[in-house]
């Protein structure tokens, strides 16, 4: 550690807060567990960070002993107040206050902080009975997250209060730090929030000066105060995050500012409490080890042994029976709300339970029905919007909006209302240039519940939001990418625009689905898959040129959902399997006829989901690709991940090269993606083997 490193906050007294009142501990008392257990666990796990959770300990025992609504018994209750650690590695504050606070959850188990198969994980991770409203852990999108959250619960209020009755009206509180301020994703989102008003997101920065590498004013010199009041929030600066009082008033004039989000900065001192290490980056992601843990109990006037918390700061911090009331309360104007307005009440309960409206599945099939009927060639970026227009209508759950390239993703369709602070009931978002962001906020929106967020941009840029798609994979939430402009096929924006490994590199995220339809009717599938989908995110992948219809029988239809079936030549014992996706399944079909002419039987097997055909049972997979069969993937993208289904015989007709600026038609003869190109690679490798 560089001496320059000390935090000139870091010589200042460690006051007693002296607030008691009767048996009551102090307030300092109250915050002085979450810093002891913080410290304890780390100390166990060897492993962790006390810096921050010893540093907000005092603005977190404010919080939930004072604002936050919220119910250890109930954790579910829909109308809680939402809470957010952006600074996800201060996991063991959600943690000790989640023990505290009287959640379903035994010191034992803090005892095996960071361990294999412990709930009270390094990072927090999505875990509602623990009161950890979705995981954190890369920096600043627990900040976008939050953002997302305000967006879904100011839809659902305009959605569903009355003027007599209210039963969507919660705040969204989030906890960050200078390393969430200094990463590109707040920008996004706080810029966002500020323009949407969110006046019931309420942020804490915990402006400590410190970060991993030292002392921030060596890399981080913002004026952070003006960069929001910029972006139109209300802030309250220079807050001492150690003065209950002062802490106190700032959220009361937060809550005061429902015309705008608030940041509350509250100058504090990390690791607040260890003697010799508090205010420098010693203390942010170590233990502090036997000799100073020693020296902060007792500096801190903490009395008891490792993990052990005093009978009177446990009861002062029980929040069972005010839980329980609070969400009883809510459960009486809920049932009120019933009796007044019952059809609305259901459609609460079914949006917040994630269940799909009735009869569903029979409009779905209907509406699938339709598109194969009317067999239309078109863009499958223009089949999304109409596969929207058909299943919008019976889901004003789906809110959309897209990173500035609405007219391109085609996004917004007939039933799409503008969302703005004005027009709070819309259902769609012009989230502006912000593909990090609105990806970050749309899993806020997700978690929140009662949404299903779709927001679309150009494939090639979903690298600027990749790690919050795999955050919606890790997590499991719902979110809709609709990503467009799927290939070279986009033509003259040139190679910046055209992606070639980014339907590999997306299928190879665990979890996530990635549909690339090849017509109207895939997509409509496509579409319904993801709204069907409530456990994880899907990423479809559309054309911006046209692509004909694919004849099929119901049977064909059907199997779409499978992931991989095939398309034509199914009887046949087949020479060559042609595996191709999105706009290189006409190839297939056209080098199928090509070849058929002369007397080789080839089969085409559309895969518009490899991930949903992996999970088809093995009899299924064998019948649409049987073993040992020789079989060319064709796709116009990176090969590599395609070699498993092209298997020991096969070929993979793809890209490992960037694109050039020109139109779609020469660029696609120009890489062998003709019919000519694919039936000659097909012969090759018959006569090869
Ligand atoms: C996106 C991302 N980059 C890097 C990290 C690794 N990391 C964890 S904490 C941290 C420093 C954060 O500083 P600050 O928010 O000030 O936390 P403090 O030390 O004050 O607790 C870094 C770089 C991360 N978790 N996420
Ligand atoms: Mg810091």
């Given at each position: 550690m560089a001496p320059a490193e000390r935090d000139p906050q870091a010589g200042r007294e460690t006051r007693e807060g002296n607030l008691s009142s009767g048996n009551r501990p102090s307030r300092r008392r109250l915050a002085n567990a979450i810093r002891m257990l913080a410290m304890d666990a780390v100390e166990a796990a060897r492993s962790g960070h006390p810096g921050m959770p010893m540093g907000m300990a005092d603005i977190a025992e404010v919080l939930w002993n004072d604002y936050l609504r919220f119910a250890p018994t109930a954790p579910r209750w829909h109308d809680r107040d939402r809470f957010i650690l952006s600074n996800g590695h201060g996991s063991m504050l959600l943690y000790a206050v989640a023990y505290l606070t009287g959640y379903d959850v035994q010191v034992e188990e803090l005892k095996h902080f960071r361990q294999l198969g412990s709930r009270i994980a390094g990072h927090p991770e999505r875990d509602l009975d623990l009161g950890v409203e979705t995981t954190t852990g890369p920096l600043g999108?627990?900040?976008?997250?939050?953002?997302?959250?305000?967006?879904?619960?100011?839809?659902?209020?305009?959605?569903?209060?009355?003027?007599?009755?209210?039963?969507?009206?919660?705040?969204?509180?989030?906890?960050?730090?200078?390393?969430?301020?200094?990463?590109?994703?707040?920008?996004?989102?706080?810029?966002?929030?500020?323009?949407?008003?969110?006046?019931?997101?309420?942020?804490?920065?915990?402006?400590?000066?410190?970060?991993?590498?030292?002392?921030?004013?060596?890399?981080?010199?913002?004026?952070?105060?003006?960069?929001?009041?910029?972006?139109?929030?209300?802030?309250?600066?220079?807050?001492?995050?150690?003065?209950?009082?002062?802490?106190r008033a700032a959220v009361e004039a937060a809550r005061a500012a429902l015309d705008r989000p608030s940041l509350i900065c509250c100058k504090t001192?990390?690791?607040?409490?260890?003697?010799?290490?508090?205010?420098?980056?010693?203390?942010?992601?170590?233990?502090?080890?036997?000799?100073?843990?020693?020296?902060?109990?007792?500096?801190?006037?903490?009395?008891?042994?490792?993990?052990?918390?005093?009978?009177?700061?446990?009861?002062?911090?029980?929040?069972?029976?005010?839980?329980?009331?609070?969400?009883?309360?809510?459960?009486?104007?809920?049932?009120?709300?019933?009796?007044?307005?019952?059809?609305?009440?259901?459609?609460?309960?079914?949006?917040?339970?994630?269940?799909?409206?009735?009869?569903?599945?029979?409009?779905?099939?209907?509406?699938?029905?339709?598109?194969?009927a009317a067999g239309k060639t078109m863009a499958t970026r223009?089949?999304?919007?109409?596969?929207?227009?058909?299943?919008?209508?019976?889901?004003?759950?789906?809110?959309?909006?897209?990173?500035?390239?609405?007219?391109?993703?085609?996004?917004?369709?007939?039933?799409?209302?503008?969302?703005?602070?004005?027009?709070?009931?819309?259902?769609?978002?012009?989230?502006?240039?912000?593909?990090?962001?609105?990806?970050?906020?749309?899993?806020?929106?997700?978690?929140?519940?009662?949404?299903?967020?779709?927001?679309?941009?150009?494939?090639?840029?979903?690298?600027?939001?990749?790690?919050?798609?795999?955050?919606?994979?890790?997590?499991?939430?719902?979110?809709?990418f609709v990503l467009s402009h799927d290939s070279i096929g986009l033509g003259e924006d040139g190679p910046t625009h055209q992606p070639i490994e980014h339907l590999g590199s997306l299928r190879l995220m665990p979890r996530m689905q990635l549909w690339r339809p090849c017509d109207t009717v895939e997509t409509a599938?496509?579409?319904?898959?993801?709204?069907?989908?409530?456990?994880?995110?899907?990423?479809?992948?559309?054309?911006?040129?046209?692509?004909?219809?694919?004849?099929?029988?119901?049977?064909?239809?059907?199997?779409?959902?499978?992931?991989?079936?095939?398309?034509?030549?199914?009887?046949?014992?087949?020479?060559?399997?042609?595996?191709?996706?999105?706009?290189?399944?006409?190839?297939?079909?056209?080098?199928?006829?090509?070849?058929?002419?002369?007397?080789?039987?080839?089969r085409v097997v559309s895969m518009p989901c490899t991930q949903v055909f992996d999970a088809q049972d093995a009899d299924y997979r064998a019948h649409v690709l049987p073993p040992g069969g020789v079989r060319l993937v064709i796709e116009a993208?990176?090969?590599?991940?395609?070699?498993?289904?092209?298997?020991?015989?096969?070929?993979?007709?793809?890209?490992?090269?960037f694109g050039h600026s020109a139109p779609a038609k020469p660029l696609f003869e120009k890489y062998g993606f003709t019919v000519a190109a694919v039936a000659q690679a097909a012969r090759i490798l018959i006569t090869d083997r």
């Open positions: 999108q627990g900040l976008a997250n939050a953002v997302g959250m305000a967006l879904a619960e100011r839809t659902l209020a305009a959605a569903f209060n009355k003027p007599d009755a209210k039963i969507v009206d919660h705040h969204t509180y989030v906890f960050l730090g200078d390393g969430c301020l200094m990463e590109g994703v707040s920008h996004e989102a706080c810029s966002f929030a500020g323009t949407e008003k969110l006046g019931k997101l309420i942020g804490f920065y915990d402006d400590n000066g410190i970060s991993i590498d030292g002392a921030t004013r060596g890399w981080f010199t913002d004026d952070t105060p003006k960069r929001f009041e910029a972006y139109g929030w209300h802030v309250v600066p220079n807050v001492d995050g150690h003065d209950p009082q002062a802490i001192i990390i690791g607040f409490g260890a003697p010799n290490v508090q205010g420098t980056s010693a203390t942010h992601g170590a233990a502090l080890g036997a000799a100073e843990a020693a020296a902060a109990r007792k500096n801190l006037g903490w009395e008891l042994p490792p993990f052990e918390i005093p009978d009177d700061v446990k009861s002062a911090w029980d929040a069972r029976e005010r839980g329980k009331k609070l969400a009883a309360d809510w459960q009486k104007r809920f049932s009120d709300y019933q009796r007044k307005y019952p059809e609305l009440a259901a459609e609460f309960e079914r949006r917040m339970n994630a269940q799909l409206p009735k009869g569903w599945a029979q409009h779905a099939d209907a509406a699938i029905a339709k598109t194969a223009k089949a999304s919007q109409a596969a929207l227009e058909a299943f919008a209508p019976q889901l004003p759950e789906l809110i959309g909006g897209s990173a500035d390239l609405t007219g391109s993703n085609n996004t917004l369709h007939a039933y799409s209302k503008v969302q703005s602070a004005a027009e709070p009931g819309g259902n769609y978002l012009h989230y502006g240039v912000r593909e990090f962001g609105m990806s970050a906020m749309m899993n806020g929106m997700a978690a929140h519940g009662g949404v299903v967020p779709y927001g679309g941009t150009f494939l090639v840029f979903s690298d600027y939001s990749r790690n919050a798609l795999r955050m919606a994979c890790l997590i499991g939430l719902q979110s809709i599938v496509a579409w319904r898959a993801a709204i069907e989908r409530r456990d994880g995110p899907t990423s479809l992948i559309l054309t911006r040129q046209d692509l004909p219809h694919a004849q099929r029988t119901p049977d064909q239809i059907a199997a779409i959902a499978r992931g991989g079936y095939i398309l034509s030549n199914g009887d046949a014992e087949p020479a060559i399997t042609l595996i191709a996706t999105g706009s290189e399944v006409q190839l297939a079909v056209g080098a199928a006829a090509e070849l058929g002419a002369a007397g080789v039987a080839a993208g990176a090969t590599g991940g395609w070699w498993r289904y092209a298997g020991d015989r096969g070929g993979v007709h793809g890209i490992d090269e």
